[in-house]
Nanobody, 121 residues
Framework: QVQLQESGGGLVQPGGSLRLSCAASGIILSANAMAWYRQAPGKQREWVAAISGGGNSLYTDSVKGRFTISRDNLKNTVYLQMNSLKPDDTAVYYC???????????????WGQGTQVAVSS
């Protein structure tokens, strides 16, 4: 049984930083593309960042240069380091496992419950 548990969300001021964690069980990270998505109030869920089973990372344009996705295979945990946060980054952030080694948008197979990130002064 695959389980993904996000943590690390919270309230932060604009320009601040947060690190989200996604603890995975029931899957092997190096065999799966892992991704972060977010859903802001009143908006559709959108893809934010992904890391392939081979370790290649991808980002949506709005977070390039500010967010970094990484993983620790020994801890079976995926991270999202978020710097220079903006109010537009406010959303519930979800971790997803794609079930394939390469990242393909739209093929997320397993989802976590999400963690709230609020960026406000």
């Amino acid at each position: 049984q695959v389980q993904l548990q996000e943590s690390g969300g919270g309230l932060v001021q604009p320009g601040g930083s947060l690190r989200l964690s996604c603890a995975a069980s029931g899957i092997i990270l190096s065999a799966n593309a892992m991704a972060w998505y977010r859903q802001a109030p009143g908006k559709q869920r959108e893809w934010v960042a992904a890391i392939s089973g081979g370790g290649n990372s991808l980002y949506t344009d709005s977070v390039k240069g500010r967010f970094t996705i990484s993983r620790d295979n020994l801890k079976n945990t995926v991270y999202l380091q978020m710097n220079s946060l903006k109010p537009d980054d406010t959303a519930v952030y979800y971790c997803a496992a794609h079930g394939t080694r390469s990242f393909v948008l739209g093929t997320a197979r397993y989802w976590g419950q999400g963690t709230q990130v609020a960026v406000s002064s």
